[in-house]
């Protein structure tokens, strides 16, 4: 069963605490992105990555940090210089860079102690 | 950069209606105008999509339909129905990658 497996589905950050979120692909894709989304707003882009070790920032970067080491994997950290980390993180995938069809995971709820 | 501006940002309908939602973009270069629907606690689901070279899109129940002259593209829903209530959103992609997410409409549709 082929697609995108974001863990945990919840967690919960503490003060000055770095967290890193799961996203994995079984897909094949080459390109992988990051999204944050806040209550009653679009998605925004924090990282994308075309290819196994290269990323690039998005629109909100600043505070997070990811890692592209294997094709499946791009898990991202979010660290403590992030002072509104609370949102839901949605992971996606798409078959090549520029190619736009998204595939999403499920996402992570984030939240802060 | 691109604005995309969505709406309305909640529309509640009856079931067998339509349903319509709108979305304008400002950046030209924009010519990929996908359509996702997001239930609670999940990841948004591609369900139509178009580019700048159709001006109309339809799958069963859905249809997108583009005007690049006034910079907005819409989504329609018939007979709706009560699996039809979620999030819906839209985005505007350019040539170079760059894509930009519209606010979301949250559908309700009443049995």
């Known amino acids: 069963d082929g697609g995108i497996t974001q863990s945990p589905k919840y967690l919960f950050r503490k003060e000055g605490q770095n967290v890193t979120l799961s996203c994995e692909q079984n897909l094949n894709h080459d390109a992988m992105y990051w999204y944050r989304q806040d209550p009653g707003q679009g998605l925004r882009l924090i990282y994308y990555s075309q290819i196994v070790n290269d990323f690039q920032k998005g629109d909100i970067a600043e505070g997070y940090s990811v890692s592209r080491e294997k094709k499946e994997s791009f898990p991202l950290t979010v660290t403590s210089a992030q002072k509104n980390p609370t949102a839901f993180y949605l992971c996606a995938s798409s078959q090549q860079a520029g190619n736009e069809k998204l595939f999403f995971g499920s996402g992570t709820q984030l939240s802060v102690l | 950069g691109e604005n995309v501006e969505q709406h309305p940002s909640t529309l509640s309908v009856q079931e067998g209606d339509s349903a319509v939602i709108k979305c304008t973009y400002s950046d030209s270069a924009s010519n990929y105008f996908p359509w996702y629907k997001q239930e609670l606690g999940k990841g948004p689901q591609l369900i139509i999509d178009i580019r700048s070279n159709v001006g109309e899109k339809k799958d069963q129940r859905i249809a997108v339909t583009l005007n690049k002259t006034a910079k907005h593209f819409s989504l329609h829903i018939t007979e709706t129905q009560p699996e039809d209530s979620a999030v819906y959103f839209c985005?505007?992609?350019?040539?170079?990658?760059?894509?930009?997410f519209g606010d979301g409409t949250t559908l309700t549709v009443k049995p």
């Open positions: 985005a505007a992609w350019t040539n170079a990658g760059k894509s930009t």
